[in-house]
């Protein structure tokens, strides 16, 4: 019912910066909390930043300060600009928003594909 697209993963240099974009599309009556989460290999799904429908953000300590995370409510759409970026923001970066879908009884939540970010020299 809803679908969640993810865009904007890449290799990049250490110090560099990357973008990345997760739009919903579907049966949408409204979006809640969207968020970034990350995956590296070998460990947990982690946190990364939240976003709430009033624009309140939330970001783990290891990326305080240089990643900030937006949302456009107009084009059900989050972002994730990540500045500075070290070795250790390798990972698989998953964007989930939570809905509620046209006819739903309540709100769901819902993944993204996930996009690959790798940061290397």
């Known amino acids: 019912q809803v679908q969640l697209v993810e865009s904007g993963g890449g290799l990049v240099q250490p110090g560099g910066s990357l973008r990345l974009s997760c739009a919903a599309s579907g049966r949408i009556f409204r979006i809640y909390d969207m968020g970034w989460y990350r995956q590296a290999p070998g460990k947990q799904r982690e946190l990364v930043a939240t976003?709430?429908?009033?624009?309140?953000?939330n970001y783990a300590d290891s990326v305080k300060g240089r990643f900030t995370i937006s949302r456009d409510n107009a084009k059900n759409t989050v972002y994730l600009q990540m500045n500075s970026l070290k070795p250790e923001d390798t990972a698989v970066y998953y964007c989930k928003f939570r809905v509620w879908v046209v006819g739903g009884l309540r709100e769901l939540d819902y993944w993204g594909q996930g996009t690959q970010v790798t940061v290397s020299s």
């Open positions: 976003i709430t429908s009033g624009s309140s953000t």
